[in-house]
C-alpha cells in the first residue's frame, strides 16, 4: 500500500479510537450523574420512619380510624385507641421519638395461638399495645438503650422491656450515628382497651460501654382523646 494510503488508515484508526474513549468517559460521566442521585436518596431514605407489617400480628400500618378492623393470614386486629405523636426527646446522645402509640384487640390465627402461650393466658383474643419508635445516637460512642423500658396504663397494669413480642431487635447496643426505626408490641391482661384514657411509657436509662449510667430514664405520657 502506498504511503499515502498507510496515513490515511492511521488517522481514521486514531479518530475511531479517539470517539469510543470520549464515547467510553461520556457513559461513565452519564452513570455517575444518574447513579449520586440514586445513593443520596438511598442515604436520605434510610433515615426515614417506615414502619412494616409484623409476622406476629396483622399488618395494621395504615389503620387510623378507631373500631376500624384490618384481617390478613396472621388474624384480625381492630383499633380501640390511637395517638399520632412525633415527639421526640433527649438524653445524652440519644434521640428518641415516638411516632405512633395504637391500642388494639387482637384474634390471632390458629397457627400463631402456640406462640403467644408464653405472653398471655387469653390466646384467643387479647389488647396489645404498639409503639413505633426512632431511635439515633448522636454521638460517637456507643451506648446501650431501650426505647420502652415500660409502660403503665391509667388502670394500674404494667408491662415490661421483657414482653414485647414484635421482636424488632431494636433493644441494646447503638453505634456510633446509627438510626434504628422499628415497632414494639405488648400484651395487656388487665386493662380494658375501650376504656383506656391515658398510658406512660418510660425507656430505660442511657448505659455506656462498661454499662454505667449516663442519663436518666425518658418518660412520655400519651393521651388518647
Not at 167 to 177: F, S, V, Y
Given at each position: 500500500m502506498p504511503f499515502k494510503g498507510w496515513m490515511i488508515l492511521g488517522l481514521t484508526a486514531a479518530l475511531i479510537t479517539g470517539c469510543s474513549d470520549d464515547n467510553t468517559e461520556k457513559n461513565k460521566e452519564d452513570k455517575t450523574q444518574q447513579e449520586e442521585p440514586e445513593q443520596k436518596d438511598t442515604e436520605k431514605n434510610s433515615d426515614k420512619m417506615t414502619f412494616t407489617d409484623s409476622p406476629?400480628?396483622?399488618d395494621d400500618t395504615k389503620l387510623s380510624e378507631v373500631n376500624k378492623s384490618v384481617e390478613d393470614p396472621d388474624g384480625i386486629v381492630t383499633l380501640k385507641k390511637y395517638k399520632k405523636l412525633d415527639e421526640e426527646q433527649k438524653a445524652d446522645l440519644i434521640s428518641l421519638t415516638l411516632s405512633e402509640v395504637k391500642v388494639l384487640q387482637y384474634k390471632p390465627s390458629v397457627d400463631l395461638i402456640d406462640f403467644f402461650h408464653s405472653y398471655t393466658h387469653e390466646q384467643?383474643?387479647?389488647?396489645?399495645?404498639?409503639?413505633?419508635?426512632?431511635?439515633?445516637?448522636?454521638?460517637?460512642?456507643?451506648?446501650?438503650?431501650?426505647?420502652?423500658?415500660?409502660?403503665?396504663?391509667?388502670?394500674?397494669?404494667?408491662?415490661?422491656?421483657?414482653?414485647?413480642?414484635?421482636?424488632?431487635?431494636?433493644?441494646?447496643?447503638?453505634?456510633?450515628?446509627?438510626?434504628?426505626?422499628?415497632?414494639?408490641?405488648?400484651?395487656?391482661?388487665?386493662?380494658?382497651?375501650?376504656?383506656?384514657k391515658t398510658i406512660t411509657i418510660k425507656s430505660s436509662e442511657v448505659l455506656n460501654n462498661e454499662k454505667k449510667k449516663i442519663s436518666d430514664p425518658l418518660s412520655f405520657e400519651v393521651n388518647f382523646n
Open positions: 406476629q400480628a396483622p384467643k383474643e387479647f389488647p396489645y399495645v404498639r409503639v413505633n419508635v426512632r431511635i439515633k445516637n448522636n454521638g460517637n460512642k456507643p451506648v446501650h438503650f431501650a426505647p420502652v423500658s415500660e409502660i403503665k396504663t391509667d388502670q394500674g397494669e404494667k408491662v415490661t422491656w421483657k414482653e414485647d413480642f414484635y421482636l424488632e431487635k431494636l433493644n441494646g447496643e447503638i453505634k456510633p450515628g446509627e438510626v434504628k426505626v422499628g415497632s414494639l408490641g405488648f400484651i395487656l391482661e388487665d386493662t380494658d382497651p375501650e376504656s383506656i
